[in-house]
Every structure is written in structure tokens, then in C-alpha cells.
């Protein structure tokens, strides 16, 4: 599992005052807002969002984040691969996927799952001699539909380069069941570890970038506790880059199946022997940051200074 490109982490200046007041937002709906501060092309894209203490000092969360629609915004599959008992030539499609559907609370690099009843869908079945149908939910149950969850699951790409900046790699997966029934199976739910049936996988850049070498290949967005022209200071440019890197690190490739039934067989085997898990580490991985520099009262008010002048 090689490190990305050391040209990523190469020492520089601390990040900009400047960079991090453009980089603050009040939550998660402000994403694509700040993103657009830096030149965002407004398609998918992958961030990192670090949450601060009341005296913005210290990170107190971090999560990754998308913003922007997925390319392949109208996702689908046949239900006789989700569900055996799943009527002939009836499909579901998943409609206007966006980035922003997807939350990823366990601080890494696999989503929440997201579950039918959280996401725009349909089933269209195809007759022989007729235009495709919508199939009515009081039909769901003859035609074989049951519940389903979906998550994204991302890991670095070894695409990233230094001319053209970091990539991550995508799979949306999809799983049968409700939340409540796939996390009673196994912990490996929430570690991003469980089999699924993959729906689509691509790449996006990772971002913000910012042409001040800081040490870190993007910049993270920044919710402070108190806003930055309130009171002028950040955590130290170490403390950001070791929060981004937290996150970059915890990312795993689970394993997939074709159909439900071949997926329910895998299931089956971790529920007995957990330990056999086919989840693979990413192809390439964020390296882990150096011990944190001593902070000195010099550091925080090089903050202050840049960050008074912000309205």
C-alpha cells in the first residue's frame, strides 16, 4: 500500500490566514458555496470539513465531504439481482443522485448508509410489447420490491498526480435490507468493511487546492465555534494537516457481488467468521503525518493578524 506522492506533503509556509477565512462556513449546507470561493467546476467533488472548539484552537470533528451531482445521476439495476424473489423485467432507478445525499459520520472515507425512504427512486417495468410502466407501490409487494440501502464508499486514487492533484476513487454501493437489519448483522457495517452490490464507481478530485504550499495537497473547509471575525485565530497549520490526514487514512475497499443471493451467501460467512472479511486496503494511502511541531505564541498570532481583517 505505497504512500501518495511525497510532493503532496513537501514543507512549506503554514497555510495562509487569508486561505482559512475563505474556507469557513456555518455547516454542511454551505459547501458548495465555499467550494465556489476556490473556483470549483461544480462537478463532483470530494472534500474534507474539520469542525473547531468554541476558541477555534483545536479540531473537534472531521468528515469527508462530497458537493456537486453524480455523473451517473440516474443509477439502476434489476430487482431480480437485488432480490431473488424480484418480479422479471422491473428495474430500479435511483434519480438526481448528489454528492450532498451522502453524510459520513464515522469519520472516514465510507458514507452513512442512506436508505430507500432518504433517496428520489422508482421502478419501471419493461412489458414486451409496450412503453416502459411505473410500477405502483401497491404492486411492490407482488412484484418483489423490499427495502434497500445505498453508500458511497471512497479511497485515494493512484491516478493523483502532481500535475493534475489528488483523485479519489468512488463505488456506490447498494444493499438489501433497512438500516436497522444490515447493522444487527455485523460491525463491519459501520466500518465500511460489509459487501455490497456495486451500482457505479468513478473518480473525482479532491479539493480545495490552494497555491500555497503548506504542507497538504488540499485545504480543508472550516466550521468555526465562533466566527473568524469574532475572534481571529485557527488551530496551527500541524493540527489541520494531522485532522485531514485522520480522515484520508480510514478508508477500506469491501468486497462486492453480482446478485443478492451470492451476496447473502457472503453475508452469511462474515455473520460466522467475522475475522474472513474480503475488504482490501485502498491501492495507495495518505501517509501519516509527523509528530506536531511545539506551538509557540508567535504561531497563533500570525492568525490573528490575517484573520482581523476579515469581515
Known amino acids: 500500500m505505497p504512500p501518495l506522492n511525497p510532493v503532496f506533503f513537501r514543507d512549506g509556509e503554514k497555510v495562509h490566514g487569508r486561505d482559512l477565512a475563505r474556507a469557513e ?31 477555534n484552537k483545536r479540531v473537534t470533528g472531521a468528515s469527508l465531504c462530497l458537493a456537486g451531482p453524480l455523473e451517473d445521476r440516474d443509477a439502476k439495476i434489476e430487482i431480480s439481482k437485488l432480490w431473488p424473489s424480484g418480479k422479471a423485467n422491473v428495474t430500479l432507478i435511483l434519480r438526481d443522485l448528489e454528492g450532498s445525499d ?48 445505498i453508500r458511497m464508499n471512497c479511497h485515494l486514487s493512484k491516478s493523483s498526480s502532481a500535475e493534475k492533484g489528488v483523485f479519489v476513487r468512488f463505488k456506490l454501493l447498494i444493499f438489501p435490507g433497512t438500516k436497522e437489519e444490515l447493522t444487527a448483522k455485523s460491525p463491519l457495517v459501520r466500518r465500511g468493511e460489509w459487501p455490497g452490490i456495486k451500482l457505479s464507481e468513478g473518480e473525482i478530485q479532491l ?105
Request: net charge negative; aromatic share 10%; glycine share 10%.
Open 102 to 149: 451522502f453524510t459520513f459520520g464515522e469519520g472516514g472515507m465510507y458514507s452513512d448508509l442512506l436508505q430507500d425512504d432518504e433517496v428520489g427512486h422508482f421502478y419501471s417495468w419493461q412489458p414486451e410489447d409496450r412503453a416502459p410502466l411505473t410500477v405502483l407501490q401497491a404492486d411492490y409487494e407482488t412484484s418483489g420490491i423490499k427495502r434497500f440501502c
Open 207 to 311: 479539493g480545495p487546492i490552494v497555491p500555497v504550499n503548506w504542507g497538504c495537497p488540499i485545504l480543508p473547509l472550516l466550521v468555526p465555534g465562533t466566527k473568524f471575525a469574532l475572534l481571529g485565530t485557527a488551530p496551527s497549520s500541524d493540527k489541520l494537516r494531522r485532522a485531514v490526514a485522520g480522515v484520508m487514512r480510514k478508508a477500506v475497499v469491501p468486497e462486492t457481488s453480482r446478485t443478492g443471493a451470492s451476496l447473502q451467501t457472503k453475508w452469511d460467512h462474515l455473520v460466522r467468521h467475522p475475522e474472513a472479511s474480503g475488504a482490501k486496503a485502498p491501492e495507495v494511502t495518505w501517509p501519516e503525518p509527523e509528530a506536531p511541531a511545539q506551538e509557540t505564541g508567535r504561531e497563533k498570532r500570525f492568525f490573528l493578524l490575517f484573520f482581523w481583517g476579515v469581515s
Open 25 to 55: 462556513i456555518a455547516g454542511f449546507n454551505e459547501v458548495s458555496e465555499a467550494l465556489a470561493r476556490f473556483k470549483w467546476s461544480g462537478k463532483l467533488t470530494a472534500c474534507t470539513v474539520l469542525g473547531l472548539s468554541t476558541d
